[in-house]
């Protein structure tokens, strides 16, 4: 076996480089900047170059990175390292392997819809393919993005007719971006932020991606209104005294997760839009497919379901634990700020 799942995560011995580790370790190859996925601490980082300055604001400045364009192969110890696009968030790689003329690929998270802020995804030809199954069941299909864009775009006019604020939950890194990049002629009215959405919106302009003005929230004047406008926040600001400053803003959530209406219910949310960085049940199958990897390892989300449909189609597959499953509150995925000091204080005066 080329990789094999060590207490510290994926581990390639004959690299000596472990992919996506769990834990810092010498060799870390990274697929993408999320918190499940780029831990702190490991001596050396290998990741795509257009990502760099996302990742940095998770691991620092200072972290020890070194970048690859897409497609470009290193070498070491005999093994052949390329990072290909994964479509998921800006500079998120699928890893690409090879050994002896065995191939392997690490998908990372991904997703095949197009996406305006990041590279799209690229099917590898492998003989292993390692996929994620975050929304591994056939109940999750998502709608074209554009009908899901012009229902935000409905719910944001109404709610400025309505004179009310709208809250927009989103993970902080990827999603919230998309968002953006996606309601950038909207033209309803102005666009306000959470800090931790600030920073990484930062982050993707210096990396040369188009974004619609934002203003972070915490530098408007107190006592004006916020009738009319969108604020864009991570799930974590739900409930959170920080919310108080929009008066009785309608709230709604973008993920996948709004697929299932309870989710929406449990939250108590006014809206959930069903949006997703992760591929959906036939999207995920399709991408399988075009790898023509004759073996599947399977890991975050519904494995099990997952593993069983692709043995019915006559690959060997098998489930392949991971400490961390799922999408996650990215909010706490970028190095803490000053902007969020700023916005503790804030909640504390109020």
Not at 129 to 153: D, M, N
Not at 195 to 222: F, K
Not at 321 to 328: T, V
């Amino acid at each position: 076996m080329l990789l094999r799942v060590t207490d510290q995560g994926l581990y390639c011995e004959a690299g000596d480089f472990y992919i996506d580790p769990w834990e810092a370790v010498d060799r870390a190859v990274i697929t993408h900047a999320h918190g499940d996925h780029a831990r702190w601490g490991s001596r050396l980082y290998l990741a795509a170059r257009e990502g760099e300055r996302v990742l940095r604001t998770r691991l620092g400045d200072d972290a020890p990175i070194r970048t690859l364009p897409y497609g470009e192969t290193i070498e070491r110890n005999g093994v052949r390292i390329s990072l290909h696009p994964a479509g998921h968030i800006l500079g998120s790689a699928q890893v690409r392997i090879e050994y002896r003329g065995e191939v392997w690929v690490v998908s990372g998270d991904y997703k095949t819809e197009p996406d305006p802020t990041c590279t799209p995804f690229e099917p590898i030809r492998c003989h292993t393919f390692v996929t994620e199954s975050t929304f591994g069941l056939p109940i999750y299909r998502w709608a074209p993005q554009a009908k899901t864009f012009a229902e935000i775009r409905a719910w944001w006019r109404q709610n400025r007719a309505e004179g009310r604020a709208c809250v927009l939950l989103a993970y902080a890194l990827g999603k919230a971006q998309r968002l953006l990049a996606g309601l950038a002629d909207a033209g309803i009215g102005p666009i306000y932020t959470h800090g931790a959405v600030e920073r990484l919106n930062q982050a993707y302009r210096e990396s040369g991606i188009p974004l619609p003005h934002t203003t972070y929230a915490l530098r408007r004047a107190r006592g004006e209104s916020w009738a009319g406008a969108l604020i864009v926040a991570p799930p974590s600001a739900l409930g959170s005294p920080w919310l108080r400053r929009f008066g009785s803003p309608s709230t709604a959530f973008a993920s996948g997760w709004m697929r299932i209406r309870g989710a929406r219910r449990r939250r108590a949310l006014d809206r959930g839009f069903t949006l997703s960085d992760h591929v959906d049940w036939p999207s995920l199958l399709r991408a399988i497919e075009a790898t023509g990897a004759e073996r599947v390892w399977v890991t975050h989300g519904y494995r099990e379901p997952v593993v069983r449909w692709l043995r019915e189609q006559g690959l060997e597959a098998e489930a392949v634990a991971s400490r961390w499953e799922g999408e996650l509150d990215t909010e706490s995925s970028a190095a803490p700020g000053v902007d969020d000091e700023a916005e503790a204080s804030a909640e504390t005066e109020e």
